[in-house]
């Protein structure tokens, strides 16, 4: 009993306590149906599919997570994380759909290359988005 009230007075068991009630309110919401291969109930929420698709949804904001800690505990301050997410995510788009002009992706990668070479030899974190400091370069 002392364990399950050290447990409920730390700072995460409100977190969990959420989590744990966000999972059941969308079990509950989400409703159930018949498998048809197998014939048992599954839920729509509560299934290894879902799951399986959530944790690799959030694996990338995992591994962004990471990587800022990693520089924010080495020293040096990145603001720039969201930024850069959103800049890849539009670059990977426009590359993928194949929506840009000629020469488009030269161009973005020799800028992308400039402004990595200007944040190595200014050896600072500087405030502001990565587009504040790209435009600088270009």
């Known amino acids: 009993m002392a364990v399950l009230r050290r447990v409920l007075r730390?700072?995460?068991a409100g977190l969990l306590?959420?989590?744990v009630?966000?999972?059941v309110a969308l079990a509950l919401a989400a409703g159930s149906r018949v498998d048809e291969a197998t014939g048992r109930t599954?839920?729509?929420f509560l299934n290894s599919y879902t799951l399986i698709q959530t944790a690799t949804d959030a694996s990338f904001i995992a591994i962004m997570a990471v990587g800022a800690t990693l520089?924010?505990?080495s020293g040096g301050i990145d603001?720039?994380?969201?930024?850069m997410a959103a800049f890849v995510g539009c670059l990977a788009v426009l590359v993928l759909n194949g929506s840009f002009?000629?020469?488009w992706p030269e161009g973005t990668l020799s800028r992308a290359g400039r402004f990595l070479w200007?944040?190595?030899q200014n050896q600072r974190p500087r405030p502001g988005s990565l587009f504040v400091n790209f435009t600088r370069v270009a």
């Not at 603001?79 to 930024?83: A, C, D, I, K, N």
């Open 21 to 23: 009630a966000l999972t």
């Open 10 to 12: 730390s700072q995460q």
């Open 42 to 44: 599954i839920n729509n």
């Open 79 to 83: 603001l720039s994380v969201g930024s």
């Open 17 to 19: 306590l959420l989590i």
């Open 118 to 120: 200007w944040q190595q």
């Open 101 to 103: 002009e000629a020469g």
């Open 71 to 73: 520089v924010i505990v």
